[in-house]
């Protein structure tokens, strides 16, 4: 062999390298969290009652909407998300592309460093984990019973309590109980 002629392995990597993503907080004390409604025909009211749950617990919220979910956030809105809170939960994918464009959203505000999660319907499972092997990082996903579209608002609500301490728990160790006002 001469010097410097280097061999190398051609043959593929049996699996990719994923970048880790911003751990959860240890809690959500004065912190915000980004609730990003993707734009799907009734996410809106799923994220509403997330809304709801968080104020009950004493957690920050922002609400964000993207004017498609056909396509990645706008970058003002991935900055004014970074700009102003800590977390983000994306939701609600129910499609192959909008679980595509969500996953790029998580990822560039990880990037930024906000802790995050993905909610998604179950049917929607195998193209989340192909998307975040896609661009490199181990996101985080919680999953809903797919279809939502049929769903009556309660059954959209009573989705959004059954994942609400697993989304929780994406993005804090910590899941605060109930909040409660003391008694003057």
């Not at 995050?116 to 998307?131: I, P």
């Amino acid at each position: 062999m001469k010097d410097g002629i280097m061999l190398r392995d051609p043959t593929a990597e049996t699996s990719s390298a994923l970048r880790d993503r911003v751990p959860p907080f240890d809690t959500l004390e004065d912190r915000t969290v980004a609730l990003m409604d993707i734009g799907k025909m009734r996410g809106d009211e799923f994220i509403d009652r997330l809304e709801q749950l968080c104020s009950e617990r004493g957690i920050s919220t922002r609400r964000y909407k993207k004017p498609t979910n056909t396509r990645v956030a706008p970058r003002e809105m991935i900055n004014d998300i970074a700009d102003n809170c800590q977390a983000v939960i994306i939701a609600l994918s129910d499609c192959g592309s909008c679980t595509s464009c969500s996953t790029h959203d998580l990822n560039d505000l990880d990037k930024k460093g906000l802790a995050g999660v993905s909610v998604l319907t179950t049917e929607f499972e195998q193209a989340f984990e192909s998307q975040k092997s896609s661009i490199g990082l181990d996101a985080a996903s919680v999953y809903v019973e797919h279809p939502l579209q049929n769903k009556t608002t309660e059954e959209l609500h009573r989705s959004a309590e059954s994942a609400f301490d697993d989304i929780l728990r994406a993005i804090s160790i910590e899941v605060p109980s109930l909040h409660t006002s003391k008694a003057a």
